[in-house]
């Protein structure tokens, strides 16, 4: 899996690509979190495009995400996850937690 970012006006987007899995969640998390820490965003995308495959794991790194985004006082949502991570995010119910605005 690649990480990527930018960063401007307050607004950090994250871009992940390639599989988020079990094998990858913990680095996906302590990059975010480090990504979080040096940018001090208002708001924080993450943006799943890229990816090709995500299991629950991924929920994980969402979750993780969002609470270091409040612990700053900041936001996150989710955008543009491909059909396979779109699904396993509404069979998790997180939008009811984080905002998830789908590309279709």
């Known amino acids: 899996m ?3 970012a930018s960063f401007s006006s307050g607004r950090l987007t994250v871009y992940l690509s390639g599989e988020l899995d079990h094998h990858e969640a913990g ?3 302590r990059a975010i979190g480090e990504l979080i ?3 001090m965003p208002r708001e924080c995308i993450l943006d799943l495009s890229g990816l090709s495959f995500m299991d629950s794991s991924g ?3 969402i979750i993780n995400a969002g609470r270091k985004m409040r612990t700053y006082g900041g ?3 989710v955008e543009n996850p491909a059909e ?3 699904k396993v ?3 998790s119910g997180i939008d009811r937690l984080i905002a998830v605005a789908t590309n279709n």
Do not use: D, P, W
Request: aromatic share 0%.
């Open 2 to 4: 690649k990480i990527a």
């Open 27 to 29: 680095g996906a998390i």
């Open 37 to 39: 820490e040096q940018n």
């Open 59 to 61: 929920i994980a790194v």
């Open 75 to 77: 936001r996150l949502s």
């Open 84 to 86: 396979q991570a779109r």
């Open 89 to 91: 995010l509404e069979a």
